[in-house]
């Protein structure tokens, strides 16, 4: 077990070369089963922040849509007019 790994318990995922999170726990034993409860806290932090991106996301997308609507309707009733 490198100890690199007990320091930067969000990179733990990670540097287990494919094998499954339960495999490396069984293989590191007790200091490893402590940091369970960090890697989980960094994985729901960036998956909430993710979350938060998409939200912010589809409300600019959906601004964006309706001001390229306005914009389109403005355009229309000006050649009308003109």
């Not at 490198?2 to 990179?11: C, D, V």
């Not at 069984?26 to 998409?54: D, N, S, W, Y």
Request: hydrophobic fraction near 45%; charge should be negative; include cysteine.
């Amino acid at each position: 077990m490198e100890g690199s790994n007990l320091r930067h318990p969000e990179l733990v995922v990670v540097s287990t070369s494919g094998a499954s999170l339960l495999d490396y726990v069984a293989r590191g034993g007790r200091a490893f089963m402590e940091l369970i409860p960090q890697v989980t806290r960094h994985v729901c932090t960036f998956g909430e922040e993710i979350h938060h991106l998409k939200l912010e996301a589809n409300k600019r997308e959906a601004r964006l849509a309706e001001l390229q609507f306005f914009r389109q309707l403005i355009a229309a009733t000006t050649l009308e007019i003109g």
